[in-house]
């Protein structure tokens, strides 16, 4: 899974906002890596399952949670 993010701070808060699903769920953490590319970071985390990803991903990607 991959997520850009503008600033540091929204990075960071996208960081927390998938190890609280993570937590929450019992998932194991993905690798992470946090690339800086012009003026944006990209997040990208590999999960062991393709099903752990689909879970943090819907989560994340729902409107009713934020």
């Known amino acids: 899974?991959?997520?850009?993010?503008?600033?540091?701070?929204?990075?960071?808060?996208?960081?927390a906002h998938v190890?609280?699903?993570?937590?929450?769920?019992g998932l194991p953490s993905p690798k992470l890596t946090v690339k800086l590319q012009s003026s944006s970071l990209t997040i990208e985390s590999q999960f062991e399952q393709q099903a752990h990803e689909d879970?943090?991903?819907?989560?994340?990607l729902s409107p009713i949670r934020r």
């Open 1 to 15: 899974m991959q997520i850009t993010a503008g600033t540091e701070s929204e990075a960071e808060r996208i960081v």
């Open 19 to 25: 190890w609280v699903v993570l937590e929450k769920r």
């Open 55 to 60: 879970l943090v991903r819907e989560e994340f």
